[in-house]
């Protein structure tokens, strides 16, 4: 093997630079030690006389200078030193693996000596490294693993040991984190070497694990994320099988926690709950604050108040969250039980509003100021039971089918309480996407009418995010003519809302996070995709297939396509697939989309006017509850038949054609079932009948109007038609009866007619 360039360019510069000049060539010098990967990773025995001396001799110049740089009294050289021991095991393997044990002496050296602080948190991503690469082989675990292991963890837990009360931080918290995520990486590698240390473990962390604003500490959310992953790791180091069990008890603990925070923090409210696994609540006292927690080594710190305790109880849903997301040393018994009564529990608190006062009794012995922080510190909790859901879902998969509905349940109904909150829609908006994956098809329609405010929500996001909604106008007050109203004092008011300007009239997008948008348009393609396409309100089909259409979401609009609509008498709507080829020209699944998709002879060409509806989108976000009945007639959504069109005398198509398409489209496609397809086609043939008739009556042909008689039938068939029940298909029948009334009469005429020429 040849000496590369690299290997000697490095050897020169550590020896013809000053210690105090090479941190500012780290960089260049950790490249040339990249480079010389495959040199250092080789077995040295292997090597040759001829050039593979240069090769060794080189190599052991370059560990004599790190060792020189580690061991020297230059923190700047130390430095230097550290980072090139973390490249090396990173490209050099084993090779430089079996030699590693004076430098992890070295590093643990830095760590327990005093020194700058980034060299301290580079020595222990270094040390942690070396430990993370020698377990794979046993006989380094033994030989440098083993006995360092404890002063590597006894020199972080004093890096990290809490201060006394009132006293800040010895380090920064990016060092703490540091600490605690080396912790957390080595626990699982070599459990039964941390055993002894998981006391003091948990007694240094506990502090970041569920901190509230009665701390005197607030540590970010990598720390808190970091210092929960180091606690669900503990249970591992359990004697012999044991992980297990001790797993299961953490959790159990961490739910009764949960409860106990929960009977003060909740106290202001009339439970309803009652616990399906035996839990009593605490009796609380009203005299005080509401606090928690103690100074005790194995309980979390002393809270006190009731943004405290929600801030409490939000950590440790929280932890159980990390709970189920973490990997376990063993398979683990889960309480889904104990996990879906704490979610029970969090669900029915529900705050007053319009309409929901029947479903909170409030506890009159608490003030409306704690009453009023408890409902503004709820979103916050409620987002940490949609995150638990949403990391049991996605942990158990479809072995939790049996609870999905229920789920399902609890998310619909704190949707309806946090959807003004844009981190809880975007918590909901990926849960239900995992929900509609495993269950959707199976919904029944009272199930899919509960998911008219998320479909509206979702809708509304992309939407405003587009720029394509505006922001409802405010009337302005005018002012009264009478006397009494004219000897009010006038109050100051925003002279420019007189103003009608242009601004008023465009829409500005909402700024919303990348994930949220990227949520929203995940669900709403599993809307269509997912759902029972007859279960969906015309009214909810129309509005996902506007958004994708005006979103230019390419998923959206093939889930549409593939997933047809039809109506209560079975015929499909008109397709997207015009508005999906004008965006995706290029597409390639949008041509094989249309290779497999044919419609029905004339239907294409008036797909376009389906989308001019009278109602805007404000008027179709509205609440069921708070929108008029709409009935669908024409080729308009939401608009009703007047007097005169009635007058008019023109026969009613409404149950012929599609609430929102001019033509009824006859899809030949392999995604629908050959029996209903063949049933629906005559339904079609006949929809093209109905609608290709004129709509005026001056516009009929000369027969039709000669024929008084033949006016006059009609006439009748049309009032009877009209007295029947809806949904049913007499408009059918009745158009059968008008061809068969309209050719017996005139089989009548002609025979009276050869009988008067005879």
Known sequence: ?????????????????????????????????????????????????????????????????????????????????????????????????????????GLLSILQRPGPTAMKELAIVAVTRIYSLLHGYQTLVREIASPTIPSFVNACLQLIKPPASGQPLRLPTSTVETVVNALATIVPLYPTTLRPFSAQIRAATKGYIAPTSSDDMVPPQTLRHASRRLLISLPSTAP???????????????IKDCHSTAD??????????????????????????????????????????????????????????????????????????SVMDLVMRVASIVPP????????????????????????????IYVAVLDLLLAMVSRLGPSITSLTRDILDHTVRIFKTVAHV????????????????????????????????????TCRDLLESAGYLQEPSKPVESQASNGSNNKKPQTAGNADAFLNTKADNTASPISLSPSHLSAARVLLTSFLSHLPQPHLSPDSRGLID??????????????????????SNGRYYASVVPFLTRAFPRDQEVEVLRSNLRTAKGGASSTESMWEPQNGLEEMLKEPDKREEETFSGLNWGTQKTDDDEAQG???????????????????????STGSFGKTAEVVEDTI??????????????????????????????????????????????????????????????AEENTGGD
């Open 1 to 105: 093997m040849s000496l590369p360039p690299d290997l000697r360019v490095l050897c020169r510069r550590l020896a013809s630079t000053s210690p105090d000049e090479l941190p500012r060539l780290c960089p260049v010098l950790v490249n040339h030690l990249l480079r010389c990967g495959p040199v250092l990773s080789a077995p040295h025995e292997a090597k040759t006389k001829d050039t593979s001396s240069d090769v060794v001799v080189h190599i052991h110049k370059l560990k004599t200078q790190i060792n020189t740089l580690l061991n020297g009294k230059s923190n700047n050289g130390r430095f230097t030193a550290v980072v090139l021991i973390k490249a090396m095991v990173d490209v050099g393997g084993w090779e430089c693996l079996r030699i590693s044990e004076p430098w992890v002496r």
């Open 240 to 254: 012999k099988n044991g992980s297990g069990e001790e797993w299961a008890k953490a959790v159990g603990g961490y």
């Open 264 to 337: 003060h923090v909740f106290r202001a409210v009339n439970e309803s709950w009652e616990s399906t696994v035996g839990y009593i609540p605490a009796t609380v006292s009203y005299d005080e604050e509401p606090s928690g927690g103690s100074s005790a080594p194995e309980e979390l710190p002393a809270w006190s108040g009731i943004q405290a305790g929600a801030e409490r109880l939000a950590g440790l849903i929280e932890l159980l969250v990390t709970s189920f997301r973490s990997p376990t040393k063993s398979p683990v018994a889960v309480p889904l039980g």
């Open 353 to 380: 509003g319009p309409g929901r006062d029947d479903r909170v009794q409030l506890n009159a012995s608490v003030g409306r100021e704690e009453k009023d922080e408890l409902w503004t510190a709820l979103p916050d």
């Open 422 to 457: 844009p981190h809880a829609r975007e918590a909901v908006y990926t849960l239900a996407h995992e929900l509609l994956s495993l269950i959707g098809p199976t919904l029944d329609k009272l199930a899919v009418d509960s998911l008219t405010p998320l479909i509206q929500a």
């Open 546 to 567: 506007r958004t994708a259409i005006l979103t230019a979401d390419k998923h959206a609009m093939l889930a549409s396509c593939l997933h047809p609509y039809r109506d």
């Open 650 to 672: 023109e026969p009613d198509t409404s149950g012929k054609i599609a609430p929102f398409a001019p033509l009824a489209m006859d899809i030949d496609t392999p995604f629908v």
């Open 689 to 750: 009948v109905a609608a290709t008739r004129p709509m005026s009556p001056l516009k009929r042909k000369g027969d039709d109007l000669d024929s008084g008689k033949a006016k006059k039938v009609e006439a009748e068939i049309v009032v009877k038609g009209s007295e029947e029940e809806d949904g049913s298909d007499s408009d059918d029948e009745g158009s059968i009866q008008i061809d068969m009334t309209m050719d017996d009469d005139e089989e009548e005429e002609d």
